[in-house]
């Protein structure tokens, strides 16, 4: 029984006792993971799938996480003076052997997914959480009985925040400054006047 999944952007036919050079996996040394993109079982039976084979899976475990042969890139201009670069790469690679070829059933079997380190679960994690609190920070403000500064022309977020820093919080409070005598912020006679229209 064979099967041809697809990881890291390329296709790989396989059999059990295989063993891979794949892109690197987010996955140690000895842990079992499963690819559930299938595009195809042989063997007595043969599916292919439209695009993937539905509740087919291939399981492998990790040998090694290596890296690839070294290439080097050399790129010379002629007639430029010291125009030449050279650049070496090794990719990052992770050795596996296919250990089982599951025909059906392989969403159920609790085995870890394989994903690329590339796009890892662990690193999103931390940015999701971040816009939330700067999302809570505005409606406190607007519950208070603040008003949105920046509806005055010339008024951008950054000046609306020093405003509010400086104890502005209202039209009615910035209608009430004077332009030439405030030190709290810079503000111009013309948000004093709209402010006041406003208000």
Known sequence: MFAV?????????????DILRVEKLAADAGETVQF????MIGGESTAIGA??????????????????????NFVKR????????TKGHRQQLTLLRVTDILAEGADKSGVKAAIGAGSAP???????????????APKAEAAAGADDLTEIT???PAAAKKLV????????QLAAVDADTFEGAKVKAEWVEQAKTLA
């Open 36 to 39: 559930n993109d299938i595009l």
């Open 154 to 156: 010339g008024v951008g």
């Open 78 to 85: 002629r007639r430029k003076h010291s125009s030449q670069r």
């Open 5 to 17: 999944l697809k990881t890291g952007g390329k296709q790989y036919k396989v059999q059990a006792g």
């Open 51 to 72: 695009p993937f084979v539905a509740g087919a899976g291939v399981q492998a475990e990790i040998v090694d996480q290596i890296k690839g042969e070294k290439t080097i």
């Open 165 to 172: 820093e400086a104890g502005i919080t209202t039209f009615a």
């Open 122 to 136: 662990k690193a999103a994690a931390p940015a999701a959480a971040k816009p939330a609190k700067k999302a809570a």
